[in-house]
C-alpha cells in the first residue's frame, strides 16, 4: 500500500492521487487470478480484469508517474498482475510513440480495454543489453518485409496478439535496425520455445521464418529501430523500479508484523536490536527507492526528453533495494520464510528478475557512469 506521506509529496498532482487510492481500493477487493501452475490463462485473466475495470488505460497515456503508481500497487497484491499491466504497456508503447494514426487506432485501444496482449521482441541469445548485436533480419520484399531470426526471454510469448520486432534492415550496426509489429499467427511466426522461470510467467522464445510483414506495419522509419527501442525503455525503464518498490513495501509490511507477534526468548521478535536495525534499514531503502522512482517519473513527464540517468539510477536502486528487503524478511521469518505458500517466499522469488531484465544492474551502473561523466 502506498502511505499518505508519499502521495504527499511533490511529484503527484490531485490526479494522481485519486488514480492511486482508487487502485488500491479495487486491487484490495478484487479476486487474486494468481495459480503458478497455468500463468498463461492467469496472466490473460489479469489482462481482461485491468482493461474491463479501466486500469490499463495509463498504457496509452504514458503519464510515467501513473504507470509507476500503477506497478508499485499492483507488485504489492500480485506479480503477475503487475506483469501483466507492464506487458500491455511496454507491448504497446512504441506503438503509441512512434505509430502513425491508423497503427495507433488498430492495436491500443484493444490493448487498453485488454482484449488483445501486447509484447515486446527485443531480445535475442546473443544480444540483449548490447541492442546494437541484434541479428534479426527484416528484408525488403516488394511492399513488405521478410524477417528471418530468433528472439528469446520474450515475456507474453505464446499468449501475446501483437509482438513489436526489432530487426535488422541494413549492416549497420545501430543505424541499421528497424522497428515492425507483427500480428500473431502471421505465416513465418512460431514459438519455438516456452520458458520456465523461478517466478513462473509467460515466456517463450519465437522464431521467424520467411515471415511476411506488411510495410505499413513498420514503425517510423528504416533505421529507427535503436531510437525506438531506447525510447520506450528509457520511458518504461523507471516503472521497473515501482515495481521492485511494490514488492519491498509489501516484505516490509509482512516483516513488522511477523516480528510484532513471533514471541523470541519471551519477547516479541521486534524487541531484539537486530530485528530493529533490519526493519529501519528497510524502511530507509524503501523511502530512497521511492523518492529515485518518482523523481525519475516526474522529471520525464514535466518535458524531459531522455531521463536516461535518472531512470537509470531509480532502476539500479530499487530492484537492488527490494533484493536486499526480500532476503532479509526470508530471514526474519526463519523456517518459514522458505515454505512454498508463505508470502515472503513468493516475493524473494518475484523480484529476483528485475535485476536483470530491461538492463541488469551492470547495465544501468555504466549508464549512470557515462552519464555522469558528461556532466548529465
Aim: charged letters at 25%; aromatic letters at 8%; glycine letters at 10%.
Amino acid at each position: 500500500m502506498i502511505p499518505p506521506r508519499d502521495l504527499a509529496w511533490p511529484f503527484f498532482s490531485d490526479e494522481h492521487r485519486a488514480f492511486a487510492r482508487d487502485l488500491e481500493a479495487w486491487s484490495a477487493r478484487v479476486a487474486v487470478f494468481d495459480d503458478e501452475r497455468d500463468a498463461d490463462t492467469s496472466v490473460r485473466a489479469w489482462v481482461r480484469a485491468l482493461g474491463e475495470g479501466g486500469w490499463l488505460a495509463p498504457c496509452a497515456r504514458l503519464d510515467v508517474r501513473t504507470l509507476c503508481i500503477a506497478r508499485e500497487t499492483l507488485a504489492y497484491r500480485s506479480a503477475l498482475a503487475d506483469f501483466a499491466l507492464a506487458m500491455q504497456g511496454l507491448g504497446s508503447g512504441a506503438i503509441t510513440l512512434f505509430g502513425d494514426a491508423a497503427m495507433r487506432d488498430t492495436y491500443v485501444p484493444r490493448v487498453v480495454a485488454g482484449e488483445a496482449i501486447a509484447a515486446f521482441a527485443l531480445s535475442e541469445r546473443e544480444a540483449g543489453s548490447d541492442v546494437a548485436a541484434l541479428a534479426t533480419t527484416a528484408r525488403r520484399d516488394g511492399d513488405g518485409y521478410v524477417l528471418d531470426g530468433e528472439k528469446t526471454w520474450i515475456s507474453n510469448a505464446g499468449i501475446a496478439d501483437l509482438y513489436v520486432v526489432l530487426a535488422r534492415t541494413a549492416p549497420t550496426g545501430a543505424k541499421g535496425l528497424s522497428a515492425f509489429v507483427v500480428d500473431a499467427g502471421t505465416p513465418g511466426l512460431e514459438v519455438s520455445e516456452r520458458i520456465a522461470t523461478i517466478s513462473p510467467h509467460p515466456l517463450g522464445t519465437l522464431r521467424f521464418r520467411a515471415c511476411r510483414v506488411p510495410a505499413a506495419r513498420r514503425l517510423g522509419g528504416e533505421g529507427d529501430g535503436f531510437k525506438i527501442a531506447m525510447a520506450t525503455l528509457d520511458l518504461f525503464r523507471s516503472t521497473v523500479g515501482a515495481a521492485a518498490l511494490g514488492f519491498a513495501r509489501r516484505a516490509y509490511d509482512e516483516t513488522r508484523a511477523h516480528a510484532g507477534s513471533r514471541m523470541l526468548f519471551g519477547a516479541p521478535l521486534a524487541a531484539l536490536q537486530l530485528t530493529q536495525a533490519a526493519i529501519a534499514e528497510m524502511a530507509t531503502d524503501i523511502d530512497a527507492s521511492a523518492l529515485l522512482v518518482y523523481r525519475a517519473a516526474w522529471t520525464k513527464d514535466t518535458g524531459a526528453e531522455r531521463v536516461t540517468r535518472e531512470a537509470a539510477m531509480a532502476k539500479l536502486f530499487a530492484t537492488e533495494a527490494a533484493g536486499r528487503i526480500c532476503d532479509r524478511a526470508v530471514q526474519l521469518f526463519g523456517g518459514r520464510g522458505v515454505t512454498q505458500g508463505e508470502i515472503v517466499e513468493r516475493l524473494y522469488r518475484d523480484v529476483r528478475a528485475l535485476r536483470i531484465y530491461e538492463g541488469a544492474s551492470e547495465i544501468q551502473k555504466v549508464v549512470i557512469a557515462r552519464a555522469s561523466m558528461e556532466g548529465r
